[in-house]
């Protein structure tokens, strides 16, 4: 979801790269719906790195005072937040962010460009060739949920920012389960019409990374807090494995109306941790900053740029968030599994589970526990364990088949299990604990 996002820039013609979708309706020439992606597409050499924690609406997404500007000491202040990926969108930037040890991702696709196609796209050339030359270009935008009617056009923008920067992300971000069939481009139940929509994306667009945004977090209709949240999760895990290529969540961090609320810190702290349970490789912060007058409130800052709730926890969210993502890489995610209710989408624990936890979870508990198993060749050898409850800390045990260790997120060091086969884990409010078998190389 992304909103009106007006800047000016010092690239040509000094104009707003329009980021909404409205903007950059895309008709090119349609392309054929090509084969299934099977890990890295073809000719591609971009790869994920450190996790990606990053942000939209934020510092060098567009003019103050709306935006600040890319400054040393704004980017000071991101890296100190424990973002990684940041926007780009005057040229002087690269280096300011590069200084701060930030990467960084611009947007160079206009509505024009998108229409006129591959032979009169020389500013599109231009710039990418200016990108390559800065150590820490990582990404392009390009569009903010479109429909499956575009993924041919899309598939063919694509291959071409590939083809001529093959290290460089082309981001795309999609729809959430609850957009209409009609805005998917598919047909069916939910379930039906998004498995198509992403099996589409996947197949024609041919992406480097999944990506989507799904914002549940209510004021009043508290019940609705996860409301397909899980079954999203699960069905792009279920497409980025088939293509075994990573994915990202785009997450709530502000109100987007007058029936959300701004999520805080531990509820925050639950959507980094659910994200990485279910495989996932990165996370993006919707909004980073509100405005006076705008219809998102809440975000990382406030309007006077002091740190909300969500804007204290992430200098400690997101390196947990991304030294676990980096444990997690090299491995796969075999299974996911609730404990307490079974939100739509979910999966209860099997009953010759591998790793288990000892507090006991009444199946009507909405706020239960979470365990994503990882591993390789299909045997489990680590264990990420998520307190869904993001009002109150839990402490249980978790019971493995050997003595297990317990990483340290914070200093990014495994610690051996005082009990061997049994692993006590303190978890903060929608926090969790990466466990592993003490024999495991990674």
């Not at 992606?37 to 073809?42: E, I, L, V, W, Y």
């Not at 996790?51 to 609406?57: E, K, L, R, V």
């Not at 000491?73 to 962010?97: H, K, P, S, Y």
């Not at 998917?184 to 198509?196: C, I, K, P, Q, S």
Request: aromatic share 10%; glycine share 10%; net charge negative.
């Amino acid at each position: 979801m992304i909103t009106n996002l007006t800047t000016e820039r010092n690239l040509p013609e000094n104009r707003c790269l329009g980021i909404l979708w409205s903007c950059v309706v895309v008709s090119l020439v349609l392309l054929g719906s090509g084969t299934p992606a099977s890990g890295k597409p073809a000719g591609s050499k971009w790869s994920i790195g450190t996790p990606i924690a990053s942000y939209y609406q934020g510092p060098g997404c567009g003019a103050p005072p709306r935006f600040d500007a890319m400054t040393p000491a704004i980017a000071g202040t991101l890296a100190d937040q424990g973002f990684n990926l940041c926007w780009i969108m005057r040229q002087e930037d690269w280096a300011v962010a590069h200084a701060a040890g930030l990467r960084g991702m611009t947007q160079i696709v206009r509505y024009e460009l998108l229409h006129s196609g591959p032979s009169t796209w020389d500013y599109l050339d231009d710039n990418l060739a200016f990108q390559l030359q800065q150590p820490n270009a990582y990404a392009t935008f390009v569009v903010d949920e479109p429909g499956a009617s575009d993924f041919p056009a899309l598939g063919q923008l694509v291959a071409y920012i590939r083809e001529r920067a093959p290290s460089q992300l082309a981001y795309i971000n999609l729809f959430p389960t609850y957009a209409s069939a009609a805005a998917l481009g598919t047909t069916g139940d939910t379930v039906t019409a998004y498995r198509e929509y992403l099996r589409q994306f996947v197949e024609i667009v041919k992406p480097d990374l999944i990506s989507w945004d799904h914002y549940h977090f209510k004021k009043t209709d508290r019940a609705f807090d996860g409301s397909d949240y899980f079954l999203n999760l699960a069905l792009v895990r279920e497409a980025a494995l088939k293509a075994d290529i990573p994915f990202a969540n785009v997450v709530q961090a502000c109100s987007n109306g007058p029936g959300q609320r701004a999520p805080n810190g531990d509820e925050g702290r639950f959507l980094a941790y659910t994200t990485l349970a279910y495989g996932g490789q990165g996370i993006f912060q919707f909004v980073y900053n509100a405005w006076e007058g705008s219809e998102h409130w809440g975000g990382v800052v406030n309007p006077d740029r002091t740190p909300t709730s969500l804007g204290k926890a992430l200098p400690q969210i997101n390196p947990e968030f991304a030294a676990i993502g980096t444990v997690l890489q090299p491995l796969t995610s075999l299974g996911v599994y609730h404990l307490g209710t079974i939100p739509r989408g979910g999966t209860a624990l099997p009953p010759d589970a591998t790793f288990t936890v000892d507090t006991s979870v009444a199946p009507e508990q909405t706020k239960g526990i979470l365990l994503g198993y990882f591993g390789t060749a299909g045997t489990p050898t680590h264990v990420l364990v998520v307190n869904l409850d993001y009002t109150q800390a839990v402490t249980t045990t978790v019971a493995g088949p050997g003595p297990m260790a317990v990483f340290d997120a914070t200093e990014r060091e495994w610690r051996p299990a005082a009990d061997g086969a049994q692993a006590e884990v303190r978890m903060m409010a929608g926090g969790g604990k990466l466990v592993r078998l003490a024999g495991s190389r990674k």
